[in-house]
């Protein structure tokens, strides 16, 4: 293991270890406070950083941050780790490779071709060593497009994950929130329920009144409903209709099997979910959720901070080649981020580092009552994440989740986005929103219908 | 004066959930009272958190029923170290660690379930919900034969303490009630976690998970049902977690009659 030292005036700062000078260049948040892994001050955290600008990316090659023979990610990392596509920086330190990302010769194609040839920890290094407006300005450029029913990530568009949770799986409840949902343009990422429980027969049924809705509608989105992939697999046994594969995900072996899952359970979910054939216009179909903080949390992150920890599962949500993943960044709560800035900085690294790496990446712009945030901290995020170039945000009513309990971007909340940014819906989404006269977007202006749409105006008619 | 907003034609969705749903917009944004009822929901729930644990009031209404508790603490000294180190309230403090260990040694023998109540991040949840549910339970484990133990009352809690309380008492599962991080709508969420074989270090996969107990969410009767089939499905196959899942099949809410599960408004069969 290599050790590193950094002189600035008249002091030398010396670190153990690749994974030493990149915890202590991580900018300050609390769970690499608590995990007892961050900079001892700001002096320390810059050096480390300069340290950091000076290491060769090469040397990411030879020096594991957590052990090969160890851990499985480590493993997939390295022997998934594609050295042509390296070729073009290879030469390069972690600092050259933010110049370079920052030039005219990162764009669109270059950035894509790079991707597999990154490797997490090599995208984590250059995040910490960036301003908020660098991370905004790279991940601008690069664009993940996937499609199953829909088409993700396309430039000038916004998804948004519609998510009509009810404390009790009610289905009429459900439906509420859904109908809501869609009358204010969402939905088109997935309409994904997180449920209450964890019992098969219920998720199943929720599985089949989702698939009725999407039909009877003809609603160009996916259903998912945020179940265990081995629950999943189960329903798929079962015959039910199923969009996309649900899972958890965290960037050490330990972290995920703390979720119950391994590598190549995630392989039989995957393969479960492409025997449906279910994908009309592609078959991305896993839908995988991180965050920063869960592998500390389940006490697996082998002293490597969290923001690193948290860039390796983009490594193994891409094996997967996902439809969307989603960084759940404030969820976790203040132990981990303690605050609206912390929150803020998190989204925007675990966006950069996911496209960098070629993932299609969205965030659940969201905080919890335990936390020092509120909405004014994600109007921010938001609008940060907007300018990014986000593939999809969550829409929920109010932003109030009545399950989960926290705070998550609104149904309005992306309707400010497609105002401001003039972004649209995933473009057979904006069809079918402008078939059924909800509504249609010119220069950026959302123009909503002046009726409900019909079929609706029957469904509510039932209610009477 | 306000502003004349669009209509909401869909308002009497409202009486299906309690989601906020049918808020109307100016422009594509919220009304201001919309808008400001929003922040209040907030500032309640900021509030919840920082309630303190009443943990005498309610070690006497357990004594008024004839039930013993003991008053244990994590390891967490006060909510700020509660809020930053997670660490310290998944373990007890040296003292009720020591305290715990000197009434296992005093009633020897275990116990077939370790019942722990923490405040976590809701004492409001702890106090509104934590009589009514056990006397639900306990009406079931008793019917059953069940061992309990006394209430095991933590201050500054998490879920896992409930891992060390019942591995020093001998107990062959541990359910922990702990107040659920509060919502906007639900600042008195409680939350159910169950483990076979508890001892320190399992992690979340070793758990079942029962949650949103509270008047609005699940029921006390439905829950303590679900805690009940866990603890029988747990020692017949000897493991909790996730792979032991909830099966409970329950004619009140998960019916056999799949039009009861699917059918709803938007599944209404077409007028012509």
């Known amino acids: 293991m290599a050790s590193f030292s950094h002189a600035v005036g008249a002091q030398t700062y010396r670190f153990d270890s690749l994974k030493d000078v990149m915890a202590k260049a991580s900018p300050a948040r609390s769970g690499d406070f608590l995990a007892g892994v961050a900079a001892q001050n700001d002096g320390e955290r810059v050096a480390a950083q300069m340290a950091l600008a000076n290491i060769p990316l090469k040397h990411f090659l030879e020096e594991a941050l957590i052990p090969y023979e160890r851990d499985e990610v480590t493993r997939l990392i390295i022997d998934t780790h594609d050295k042509q596509a390296f070729a073009v920086v290879s030469h390069l330190t972690v600092g050259g490779l933010r110049d370079w990302l920052l030039s005219d010769a990162a764009d669109e194609h270059s950035l894509r071709a790079l991707a597999p040839g990154l490797t997490p920890e090599m995208a984590a290094a250059v995040s910490k060593i960036m301003r908020v407006q660098d991370l905004v300005l790279v991940a601008q450029k690069i664009r993940v497009v996937t499609r199953f029913r829909g088409t993700m990530g396309l430039r000038g568009r916004l998804s948004t994950r519609l998510q009509p949770n009810h404390p009790t799986d009610e289905p009429a409840g459900i439906a509420a929130s859904i109908l809501d949902g869609l009358l204010y343009g969402n939905g088109d990422a997935m309409i994904g329920i997180n449920p209450a429980t964890d019992s098969t027969a219920s998720i199943c049924a929720m599985l089949e009144m989702l698939d009725a809705i999407i039909q009877r509608y003809e609603i160009p989105t996916q259903a998912c409903v945020l179940t265990h992939v081995t629950t999943s697999i189960e329903a798929i046994n079962r015959g039910v209709p199923l969009d996309l594969v649900f899972q958890s995900i965290a960037g050490t072996e330990a972290a995920n099997a703390s979720f119950g899952i391994s590598l190549s359970v995630l392989q039989e979910g995957y393969d479960a979910g492409l025997s449906l054939k279910r994908g009309t216009l592609g078959q991305n179909l896993m839908y995988f959720e991180t965050g920063q903080g869960s592998a500390l949390s389940a006490n697996a992150h082998f002293g490597v901070d969290q923001q690193t920890c948290e860039t390796r599962a983009y490594a193994v949500a891409r094996h997967f080649k996902p439809f969307l993943v989603n960084t759940v960044v404030g969820f976790i709560g203040p132990e981990y981020l303690y605050n609206g800035k912390q929150i803020i900085r998190a989204g925007l690294e675990d966006h950069f580092c996911g496209k960098l790496l070629g993932v299609p990446m969205g965030c659940d712009i969201c905080y919890t009552n335990h936390a020092e945030a509120d909405q004014d901290d994600m109007d921010t995020l938001l609008t940060l994440l907007g300018v990014a170039g986000i593939n999809f945000i969550m829409g929920i009513p109010g932003s109030d989740d009545i399950m989960l309990n926290y705070q998550t971007t609104s149904f309005h909340d992306a309707l400010y986005a497609r105002q401001t940014l003039g972004l649209k819906p995933a473009p057979e989404f904006e069809q079918w929103l402008a078939k059924m006269g909800i509504f249609t977007q010119a220069d950026g202006k959302v123009q909503f219908g002046n009726s409900l749409p019909p079929a609706f105006r029957h469904a509510l008619a039932q209610l009477g | ?272």
Not at chain 2, 78 to 106: C, F, K, N, T, V
Not at chain 2, 166 to 172: E, N, P
Not at chain 2, 207 to 222: A, D, F, K, P, T
Not at chain 2, 237 to 248: F, H, I, P, T
Request: proline share 6%; net charge negative.
């Open chain 2, 1 to 272: 004066m306000s502003l004349d907003l669009p209509d909401n034609p869909w308002l009497q969705l409202r009486r299906l959930t309690p989601a906020r749903i049918a808020l109307g917009r100016t422009g594509t944004s919220l009304p201001t009272s919309a808008q400001l009822d929003f922040q209040f929901a907030h500032a309640q729930a900021r509030d919840a958190v920082h309630l303190p644990f009443d943990h005498a009031g309610l070690s006497s209404q357990l004594a008024e029923r004839g039930r013993d508790s003991l008053l244990l603490h994590s390891a967490a000294s006060d909510r700020h170290s509660y809020l930053q180190r997670p660490d310290l309230g998944r373990r007890l403090s040296d003292e009720s660690a020591q305290s715990l260990r000197d009434y296992a040694a005093a009633n020897p023998g275990g116990v077939d379930l370790a019942v722990v109540v923490a405040d976590g991040l809701s004492a409001l949840a702890v106090h509104k919900h934590t009589l009514p549910f056990l006397t639900r339970m306990e009406e079931q484990t008793r019917a059953e034969g069940w061992s309990l133990s006394p209430v095991i009352l933590v201050e500054q809690g998490r879920v896992a303490v409930a891992d060390e309380i019942g591995q020093l008492l001998g107990a062959k599962m541990t359910v922990i009630l702990i107040g659920e991080r509060p919502g906007l709508s639900s600042p008195d969420s409680l939350g159910l976690y169950f483990t076979y074989n508890p001892k320190v270090g399992l992690n979340d996969a070793n758990r079942n998970c029962i949650s949103n107990v509270r008047l609005e969410g699940l029921s006390y009767g439905m829950a303590a049902h679900r805690l009940l089939y866990l603890m029988r499905e747990a020692c017949r196959r000897q493991l909790s977690g996730v792979n032991l899942k909830d099966e409970a099949q329950v004619q009140t809410l998960e019916s056999d009659d799949p039009d009861l599960i699917k059918g709803n408004f938007l599944l209404s069969p077409p007028s012509d």
